[in-house]
């Protein structure tokens, strides 16, 4: 027998062997009717899975979030069958749901074009509606792959080899269809419903590898309901319309190319905006961090120490190719963080527990390999700034010096318009890591507490989660997550807890009673890395940024000629005034410069003619809005003036 414990904390035996559909029908014939899945001390598992153990046994429907996956997962294996059932002869790969849907990699002598995804999806609606049962099988691996050779499926032939011996080898069917895959499934193809969507297509290399064939990717989403999905397409209509490289190109921010991958070539208005952040960082920093910078290259020893040789290696970039020496016999590495460099600097002098907590800060500039089919604009790149910080403290100081940071990172955001909820996710141990498991015990135990806290001064803005296996490799992390203007999740800020590190690079401070301790280590960062930071601001804005931001706050354009001197004066009154101000003086039409400076998403325009000049007055209009508004200069001047001071300082000034 078996002893099931259901959520509202009943507990029943059952025979060894029962499967979740067993029981479900046993409750009642409607809990099984819509009921798509099972969880088994929160596994979600097929609905026909036998039963073993004991465990808690929770009832998965449609509508609970853990079935979004399913949907998802099922969508993908239905669009396999579709594909192949409307072009015979093509190969299925692999179909794993990402984030935002699925796909599915396919071989094909011609590639699929975004001409034929109707077509796809209307053959996927006819399987949907068939409602065949999804059924799981165990085969022989020798019959696996004897199966797939015989039906021309060579990538799943090689997908057998690949996995490990001893595991199951899993096939599951949707009527005559069948497919490798590791489940878990619902119990039908209707369950999917009609919420799904097909996005697009593009090329893939098996695997990931230049050397194998290419392979045509279509992507897909799907959703328990139709407004759901609506809802989802909506936002990437909007999101499209925001791609913070579509607005780099219009607003002449930044660019990339080819002869230096993932690393950006800031223009005047990006750096600008670029300066902005770190110069708002810096004001929020003084007084409590000391701001310091460590060397880019370090020779390889220093990164055997941390760590980082062994377990981020693929991540570094060498002084040469990888094995190879410089002239003077040593092997060095760019940095991919900041942190051995800020103990070294703890470590240069005695410290004493007088001194802590020591917050160190640096804009760090790293680099850390990604392949170049991971590049994204600003969002992945390879060269990037860190708002990086360190804390050196003890133990007993820990929990508020995390909570102190948390204070510093949620009051940043809302000073960039990030005014929405927050989730604060708590990343623990992964597989590959350093450190015993009685210092994770340790570290983890503390981050829970702080976790709570954090949710409860929330006042109902932070959501809190747990990310097994998600932490670093040297500790345990709280990550921040943003909510932007049209609802995407972004990860930005991060605290993590580092019992590690000191310890394997012998920091120590002397103790009151005169002994050595070794330090606790708190690595930070609010905006994490900047140019990403950036992106985001400027999608959550969709370029219209705020004025004390922008990288061109304000242009003197002239309606005829008859104003040049007068603009020319507006222009210098207006830097005089702290403005980051601009003339445009051109024998053009007012309604063609307001045309080009409103898609470089100019907030102000000074406008001026004959009339403006006889009564030293301006003309305001304002991008995003219509009409405009005639002011006295000064006036306008002084408004404008204010209205551009960051919201730090003017929380410095309403205080003082």
């Known amino acids: 027998m078996v002893a099931l414990t259901f959520p509202d904390g009943a507990r029943r035996e059952y025979p060894n062997g029962i499967t979740g559909l067993d029981i479900a029908k046993g409750i009642s014939p409607s809990l099984a009717k819509r009921t798509v899945a099972m969880a088994l001390d929160g596994m979600v598992m097929d609905l026909a899975d036998k039963i073993e153990s004991d465990a808690k046994i929770e009832f998965i429907n449609r509508e609970d979030p853990r079935a979004l996956e399913l949907i998802r997962h099922d969508a993908a294996h239905v669009m396999a069958e579709a594909v192949q059932a409307l072009w015979p002869g093509t190969q299925v790969t692999i179909g794993p749901v990402i984030d935002a849907g699925f796909f599915y990699d396919f071989h094909r002598n011609a590639p699929f074009t975004p001409e034929d995804l109707p077509v796809i ?24 792959k004897r199966v797939f050779a015989g039906k021309g499926e060579n990538f799943k032939v090689e997908l057998v080899d690949a996995i490990p011996p001893g595991q199951d080898l899993k096939i599951y069917r949707q009527g005559d269809w069948f497919d490798l895959c590791r489940g878990p499934h619902m119990t039908s193809t209707g369950k999917i419903g009609n919420a799904f969507k097909l996005q697009k297509v593009a090329g893939a290399y098996w695997r990931g590898d230049s050397n194998n064939p290419m392979l045509t990717r279509i992507y897909g989403t799907a959703f328990a309901k139709q407004d759901e999905l609506d809802l989802h397409l909506k936002q990437l209509e909007e999101a499209e319309k925001r791609d913070h490289r579509k607005l780099g190109r219009e607003m002449n921010l930044f660019h990339f190319q080819e002869e230096g991958p993932g690393t950006v070539f800031w223009h005047a208005g990006g750096w600008t905006i670029f300066q902005e952040i770190v110069s708002y960082m810096r004001r929020r920093l003084r007084g409590d961090y000391r701001e310091v910078n460590a060397p880019v290259m370090l020779d390889k020893s220093l990164w055997e120490t941390s760590g980082h040789w062994e377990w981020f290696r693929e991540n570094m970039f060498m002084s040469q190719s990888a094995g190879d020496e410089t002239k003077d016999e040593r092997v060095f590495a760019i940095k991919p963080m900041n942190c051995p460099g800020h103990i070294q600097i703890f470590k240069h002098g005695l410290r004493s527990y007088r001194e802590l907590p020591l917050r160190m800060a640096e804009f760090g500039l790293v680099h850390r390999y990604e392949p170049s089919g991971a590049l994204h604009g600003l969002m992945r790149v390879r060269a990037f700034t860190q708002d990086d910080a360190h804390v050196f403290c003890t133990e007993d100081q820990m929990a508020e010096e995390c909570l102190k940071i948390n204070d510093l990172i949620l009051s940043t955001y809302t000073d960039f318009g990030f005014e929405g909820d927050l989730t604060v996710k708590l990343s623990t141990r992964p597989e590959k890591r350093v450190g015993s498991d009685q210092a994770w015990d340790h570290a983890e135990g503390i981050m829970q507490d702080v976790l ?30 943003l909510r932007d203007a049209i609802g995407r999740d972004w990860q930005c800020g991060t605290t993590q807890v580092d019992f590690n590190l000191p310890h394997r690079f012998d920091a120590f401070y002397i103790a ?24 985001v601001v400027l999608e959550h804005y969709a370029g219209h940024l705020p004025l004390w931001l922008a990288p061109t706050q304000a242009v003197v354009a002239t309606i005829t000629q008859d104003g040049d001197d007068f603009a020319r004066e507006v222009l210098a009154a207006a830097q005089r005034a702290g403005l980051r101000a ?18 470089a998403k100019v907030p102000v325009m000074l406008v001026v003619g004959k009339k403006e000049a006889a009564e ?41």
């Open 452 to 481: 709570k806290r954090i949710e409860a001064q929330g006042q109902g803005r932070i959501k809190t989660a747990i990310n097994p296996g998600e932490g670093a490799f040297y500790g345990p992390k709280f990550e921040y997550v």
């Open 582 to 599: 601009e003339g445009d003086l051109r024998n053009e039409k007012i309604n063609y410069k307001v045309r080009e400076h409103s898609l």
């Open 121 to 144: 999806e209307k053959k996927m609606r006819e399987i949907i509606a068939k409602d065949a049962p999804f059924t799981k099988e165990v085969w022989p691996r020798d019959e696996a």
């Open 512 to 535: 009151p009673d005169g002994s050595k301790k070794t330090p606790v280590m708190i690595h930070r960062a609010i905006c994490g890395s900047m140019e990403r930071f950036l992106g």
């Open 616 to 656: 030293h007055t301006v003309s305001i209009r304002r991008f995003g809005k219509e009409g405009q508004q005639v002011m006295a200069l000064d006036a306008a001047l002084k408004m404008l003036a204010d209205e551009a001071v960051p919201p730090d300082v003017k929380r410095e000034k309403a205080a003082a």
